[in-house]
């Protein structure tokens, strides 16, 4: 099983994150499967890090296994849809990237892939204008529309396709909107897709 995740793919979050880059293509990275974090169990904060940045995102469940997907297939190729967190140590990112390294260890410890309970697609709607939010302690602190993707689902399933053979059960992790932020122990995290909660857990 593989996480395949996509930076930079909302226009307000690259906005906050003071990146001006002009993107042709999806920019993809991968997180092992040990990053995986599902069924409400506990983030326990690394004690690496002490920036622990929470980012909000569609997570797109792979159903059948597919290589050179053309995107006008790429729809047949999932069915089902969560909310899930792209976990970042913020501060090893921002020393990995003034010193030109590669930054898999921010995005890929132990748990930073956070996923709640699968839906079928049919259930919520059009893939590409679905709203989605972050509660944390009650209170929203991050929200987020499909349609406000710079690149659609279909797109990155075929152009990671050109890279990777998609096999059944790997995640897509298809990028955050604007509005991240920092988790402390105790925080009580709850994603919601329109208004159906398919994520809860707690930080320790």
Known sequence: MKIICVGMNYANHNKEMHNSLLLKEPVIFLKPDSALLKDGKPFFIPYFS????????????????????DEKFAHRYYEEI???????ARDLQREFKQKGLPWELCKGFDGSA????????????????????????GSTVQAGNTSDMIFAVDKI???????????????????TPAGVGTVGIGNHLQGFLRDRKTLDFFVR
């Not at 969560?82 to 970042?88: H, K, P």
């Open 114 to 137: 956070t996923i709640g309970e699968f839906v079928p697609l049919t259930q919520v709607g059009e893939i590409q204008n679905i709203d989605f939010h972050l509660d944390i302690d």
């Open 82 to 88: 969560t909310v899930g967190i792209d976990f970042t």
């Open 50 to 69: 002490e920036e622990i940045n929470y980012e909000t995102e569609i997570v797109v469940k792979i159903n059948r296994l597919g290589k050179h997907i």
């Open 157 to 175: 399933i075929a152009f990671a396709s050109r890279f990777f053979t998609l096999k059944q059960g790997d995640l897509l992790f298809t990028g």
